[in-house]
């Protein structure tokens, strides 16, 4: 009796012994690329941290085969920062279609994607570095246009404008949500090329467009941005646009990163890489826009 007993005793320890160590195993191999790019941070070795966008002049895009833009001259100040503050080196922009970008950005670990805007739905997707790029719509009428006098988007109720809005967008459903969209001054079209050649045709007295790229956009079709003039910001769709990096990028990784960019808002150089890009940007010649 004893002899089975202590028989079935060595098989539940070994039994036992065999959980736990099948248990460690699986709980280091999940920790493992954690350590490993801590361990490259205290060995001193670079850690590498890819870059992934999506061509948005004039935040980002590629020219003469490198990357330009304002948000691109902001990662280049950070680099510097980072550079002499932590192991941390930025790789190459990679411009890729912007669902890619989105996927890598979202399952690969030690990736940086910009420029996104911050929803509620994508909150839990990212670690949210900072603030990168204002971003906005205006109402816009040639210069050309006689005067048309709205403080708000309430004011487009009494129907004595032709307004273009694109089918489907945030601003429709905006408008839907208002009772301004079902007036009889109110054009949808498909794509704002369709609004923007109305809009010179002058079959319509104002469309939405982006901000800061509304000059050049015209002026990729041929036309004269330059006869844009702006007639009411869309404040209730104003939303910046964020640096972001991929969960599974340690959470010390990102803090680095975010410390770097919360360097250059501290020290104003942002603000100024942006507003001097942007006066650059509108005053080249209409031809010269990409």
């Known amino acids: 009796m004893r002899y089975i007993f202590n028989a079935y005793l060595d098989c539940w320890i070994g039994a036992r012994h065999h959980l736990v160590v099948s248990l ?49 001259e902001t990662l280049h100040q950070m680099a510097r920062i980072l550079e002499q503050d932590s192991p941390i080196r930025f790789l190459p922009v990679e411009f890729l279609p912007w669902k890619r970008a989105m996927e890598i950005a979202k399952t690969k670990p030690n990736v940086l994607f910009f420029s996104v805007s911050r929803t509620a739905e994508r909150e839990s997707w990212f670690h949210w570095i900072g603030e990168v790029s204002p971003y906005g719509q205006f109402f816009f009428k040639l210069k050309s246009h006689p005067a048309i006098t709205v403080s708000r988007l309430s004011d487009l109720r009494n129907g004595h404008h032709r307004i273009g809005l694109q089918s489907g967008s945030s601003l429709q459903r ?24 109305m809009l010179f045709a002058r079959r319509l007295d104002m469309i939405p467009l982006t901000g800061f790229i509304a000059r050049s956009s015209v002026c990729s079709m041929g036309l004269d941005g330059d006869q844009l003039e702006p007639v009411l910001p869309i404040t209730e769709l104003a939303r910046p646009l964020w640096l972001v990096m991929s969960l599974p990028t340690p959470a010390e990784t990102a803090q680095h990163v975010s410390n770097a960019l919360s360097r250059l808002n501290r020290d104003g150089v942002r603000e100024q890489i942006v507003t001097k890009y942007l006066e650059n940007w509108n005053k080249r010649p209409c031809k010269a826009a990409p």
């Open 24 to 72: 460690a195993t699986l709980f280091f191999s999940m920790l493992m690329p954690v350590f490993i790019a801590h361990a490259e941070e205290r060995d001193g070795k670079s850690l590498e941290i890819r870059l992934v966008t999506q061509s948005f002049a004039p935040l980002q895009y590629p020219q003469d085969g490198r990357a330009r833009g304002y948000v691109v």
């Open 174 to 197: 905006l408008m839907e949500s208002l009772d301004l969209a079902s007036t009889n001054n109110i054009v949808t079209y498909t794509d704002y090329h369709q609004g923007v050649k």
